[in-house]
């Protein structure tokens, strides 16, 4: 079993920099972690993910450029740090654990409880 808990959201002002943590309990090595965002009365959307190494990396065309996924096996943690935040980028921000590389979110298998992340204009 894994446990993922999200950490780092907060309120940031537009063109201010959040860094979110994810620290995974369980067998996570060699999985892929994503994450992905949701606002109110919307679907759950693609961020970014990344392969086990960090060599492969992939991201929304929204935030390629601004946002950045890495990981550190040592502490079992995943981390999307986020520059040059927009309003639009306001959402709760969820990572998760896959064994696949994907943009789906059926393709993951564990999911945290979410983190609220809010730019001001």
């Known amino acids: 079993q894994v446990q993922l808990v999200e950490s780092g959201g907060g309120l940031v002002q537009a063109g201010g920099s959040l860094r979110l943590s994810c620290a995974a309990s369980?067998?996570?090595?060699?999985?892929?972690y994503g994450w992905f965002r949701q606002v109110p009365g919307k679907e759950r959307e693609f961020v970014a993910h990344i392969n086990w190494s960090g060599g492969s990396t992939r991201y929304a065309d929204s935030v390629k450029g601004r946002f950045t996924i890495s990981r550190d096996n040592a502490k079992n943690t995943v981390y999307l740090q986020m520059n040059s935040l927009k309003p639009e980028d306001t959402a709760v921000y969820y990572c998760?654990?896959?064994?696949?590389?994907?943009?789906?979110?059926?393709?993951?298998?564990?999911w945290g409880q979410g983190t609220q992340v809010t730019v001001s204009s």
């Open positions: 998760a654990v896959g064994g696949v590389r994907s943009i789906r979110q059926n393709d993951y298998d564990y």
């Open positions: 369980g067998r996570t090595f060699s999985s892929y």
